[in-house]
């Protein structure tokens, strides 16, 4: 069973910023919170990943709540271009399992 | 940039045909992992590999084989397909150490007829 809990679907007006939910409230301490994207007839991209300290690349930030039972992966400036299912998922090294994502559909 | 083949993006095959997917990466990852995905189930885990002629299973491996014989190459056999198995099959690859983003193929839409 996947390890995580996120809403189905959310919409985001483009240019403003996207927060995406996931809970994760049986994380062991050495799991790594991994966040993917899959635009439509692609396959799954790698966005972002953290532990405890929040993250930031080029594509997103990535807030971890202090007891690292959630996190919330944030787009800044969400483009139409955006607009794909995204997956958080914790991971131990070899394992790696996805749940069904959040549909998030960015409007015009 | 680090590449997954995957051999076919479109297959169609008859009930109770052996098929092989083939999926090929260039980066010299250890691990390798297989996933068919479905409408509204997302990416769900077949098998996976860490390591040449090692794997696991993950959650869905009935009617599932795969064959690691080379670092670089991860197959999935469907010993004899059914139509319950017409799905999208992705392949991805990654370092094992944590902290590695996984990289995935494009994906084999197969039609079992």
């Known amino acids: 069973d996947a390890k995580t809990t996120q809403p189905p679907s959310m919409d985001c007006a483009e240019g403003r910023a996207a927060n995406l939910p996931c809970n994760h409230s049986?994380?062991?301490?050495?799991?790594?919170v991994y966040w993917y994207r899959q635009i439509h007839s692609q396959g799954p991209q790698y966005i972002i990943h953290?532990?405890?300290n929040n993250e930031t690349n080029e594509m997103a930030s990535l807030i971890i709540t202090e007891d690292r039972k959630s996190s919330t992966l944030i787009l800044p400036h969400a483009t139409l271009r955006d607009t794909a299912v995204y997956y958080c998922?914790?991971?131990?090294?070899?394992?790696?399992?996805f749940g069904a994502g959040t549909r998030l559909t960015v409007k015009p | 940039d680090v590449k997954v083949t995957q051999s076919s993006r479109y297959l169609v095959k008859r009930t109770g045909e052996k098929v092989f997917l083939e999926c090929v990466q260039d980066?010299?990852?250890?691990?390798m992992f297989w996933y068919r995905q479905d409408p509204g189930l997302g990416l769900r885990l077949i098998y996976f590999?860490?390591?040449?002629?090692?794997?696991e299973k993950g959650d869905i491996p009935e009617g599932y084989s795969v064959s690691r014989e080379k670092k670089e190459r991860f197959s999935l056999i469907l010993e004899s397909a059914s139509t319950n198995q017409t799905s999208m099959y992705l392949c991805?690859?990654?370092?094992?150490?944590?902290?590695?983003?996984?990289?995935f193929g494009q994906g084999t839409r197969l039609t079992v007829v």
């Open positions: 991805a690859s990654s370092l094992p150490r944590v902290g590695a983003g996984a990289f």
């Open positions: 049986t994380i062991s301490g050495n799991e790594y």
């Open positions: 953290g532990l405890k």
């Open positions: 998922i914790v991971r131990v090294e070899n394992d790696m399992r």
């Open positions: 980066m010299d990852h250890e691990n």
């Open positions: 590999s860490y390591d040449v002629k090692m794997k």
